[in-house]
């Protein structure tokens, strides 16, 4: 694990045990290409090579004398303006907050690019110069933004698209160099575990034992457990822009039978996982995170985002039963026109209805909490510990290139 990955994660992530089953075989050869290539993965257990060279990985290291910036007036303890740049399959997301020790972050921007980064990699998988000069100059953009914000520490990080792509180091290398941001590539635990933070952090401690879900671009991040490391991760090649480009891409609407396959391999997926949660626990409170479900959710009948994060909102499972069934029905017009359904999220809304679906059947869930932080709050959070525990110091933005 690169030095950038252990200053975004920090130190004490690592040792939580996992368990499970190897990923299950899928029962047609397109089960096969979906997973080739991918950071997704079951738990494992007694892997204990595994877990101490991640541990090493994730001990922070010192930024170089020249990032550092002069520390803003009260720090450690004081406000400090933080920015995050997250790279998804889908969008490219600068998150601003205004942060201290102690409090709640408190959003200051938010700057969104739908980049659909998947869509621009080639028929192996790379990212190619479409895609490198796509993400370089998004990069740039988002760079200038942050620094016209005045954000005195911004890291930069890149999930399953990235991650997956046989050229991702090689094109990360060169973005450097263009825009001299190091982007980390977040393994797939790490985001399960960073999203697993930022939803113990909204909920509390009060929540008990949480099962926190997360449908991404690329992936799907399952964690579970009682403290803020989960005790149970799974990062599984199960996202919705993924699933819609490997198993729905021939048909809109897609064929029942193009439904069925992608069911059965959905559940040969997440069914490992199921298992391993036993020696954890019936969860207390089930979550769900992010654009996919936030989006079923709405549709089901929750509150307008637009009303703030602090209003509950829930997926009762009756409820997505009823609107999977209903969406795989739609065509992509069609589905784009539903509420909180973006036109540019409108052809994966099946894929991840399905994900969704079936995650709650195998898990025996009646319903899910949405909650409004995730991954990127989650990596805010991990570096406000470190920033106030005096592990690191705060970036500074670097020089124009």
């Not at 889908?90 to 700057?111: E, I, K, M």
């Not at 799907?220 to 403290?227: C, N, W």
């Not at 919705?240 to 396959?261: G, I, M, V």
Request: proline residues 6%; hydrophobic residues 40%.
């Amino acid at each position: 694990m690169n030095e950038a990955v252990a200053d975004i994660i920090g130190p004490g992530t690592a040792g939580a045990d996992t368990a499970g089953a190897d990923t299950a075989r899928a029962d047609t050869a397109r089960a096969d290409t979906a997973r080739a290539g991918t950071g997704g993965q079951a738990p494992r257990s007694g892997d204990d090579g595994a877990l101490r060279e991640l541990e090493r990985g994730l001990r922070p290291t010192a930024p170089a004398a020249d990032n550092r910036v002069a520390a803003p007036p009260g720090h450690p303890h004081g406000p400090m303006r933080l920015g995050v740049i997250d790279i998804g399959s889908n969008t490219v997301h600068l998150l601003v907050v205004d942060a201290h020790r102690g409090g709640q972050p408190q959003p200051a921007a938010s700057v969104r690019v739908p980049l659909r980064l998947v869509e621009l990699l080639d028929d192996d998988g790379r990212l190619a110069e479409r895609g490198e000069q796509a993400l370089t100059d998004c990069i740039q953009q988002l760079r200038a933004h942050a620094q016209d914000l005045h954000v005195v520490d911004l890291v930069a990080f890149a999930t399953s698209a990235v991650r997956d792509a046989p050229d991702g180091d090689e094109v990360l290398t060169r973005v450097r160099a263009d825009t001299g941001l190091e982007v980390a590539v977040l393994p797939g635990e790490a985001e399960a575990r960073l999203t697993f933070l930022a939803v113990r952090r909204w909920f509390g401690w009060s929540a008990g034992r949480l099962l926190a879900l997360d449908i991404g671009g690329g992936s799907l991040e399952i964690g579970a457990g009682m403290h803020e490391d989960p005790e149970v991760v799974a990062s599984l090649p199960l996202g919705a822009s993924r699933l819609t480009r490997d198993w729905l891409s021939e048909n809109d609407p897609p064929k029942r039978s193009e439904l069925n396959a992608l069911r059965r391999y959905v559940r040969a997926q997440i069914a490992p996982v199921v298992g391993s949660l036993y020696h954890v626990g019936e969860p207390t409170r089930a979550v769900a995170t992010s654009k996919t479900f936030r989006s079923l959710a709405r549709v089901s009948g929750a509150a307008p985002y637009g009303r703030g994060p602090y209003v509950r909102r829930v997926l009762r499972r009756e409820d997505l039963v009823e609107v999977a069934a209903r969406v795989c029905r739609m065509s992509a017009a069609e589905r784009a026109a539903l509420p909180g359904v973006s036109a540019s999220r409108a052809s994966q809304l099946i894929a991840g209805a399905v994900v969704a679906a079936e995650a709650l059947d195998l898990f025996n869930l009646e319903e899910v909490e949405i909650c409004p932080w995730a991954l990127r709050e989650g990596v805010i959070l991990r570096r406000l510990d470190l920033l106030t525990s005096g592990l690191d110091g705060p970036r500074s933005l670097p020089p124009a290139r």
